[in-house]
């Protein structure tokens, strides 16, 4: 096994998930739903779809299971420290669609139907 830097991460580039379960003291099926509950995790899949954790993934995995398990945070919670802490937890709350005209999407429609006959001919 690659040495390891004073945090305890082995010093490689990629973690495979048993690997980074085995650092993180945890099952593999608790990444996996971290993986759900954090959108700042972007795992790399192989071919074969396999999980390739890379250093700052663990680094933020650490960070994770420290703020669950040793300052008892929610999931809820954890998400609003990590934004507090830099990480990018995902987009911004979807904006509601705007109201639509139907009248002016179907003469939007009749417009393009006559321009598409007129570029047939």
Known sequence: MAPADPSGIPDK???KIGEVARLCAVKPYVLRYWETEFRSLRLQKTRSQQRLYRRKDVDLLLKIRHLLYTERFTIEGARARLRELGHDEGAPPPVPPPD???EM???LKQGLVEL???VED
């Open 116 to 118: 598409h006959s007129m």
């Open 105 to 107: 999407l179907k003469k």
């Open 13 to 15: 580039p990629y973690f």
């Open 100 to 102: 639509i005209n139907v």
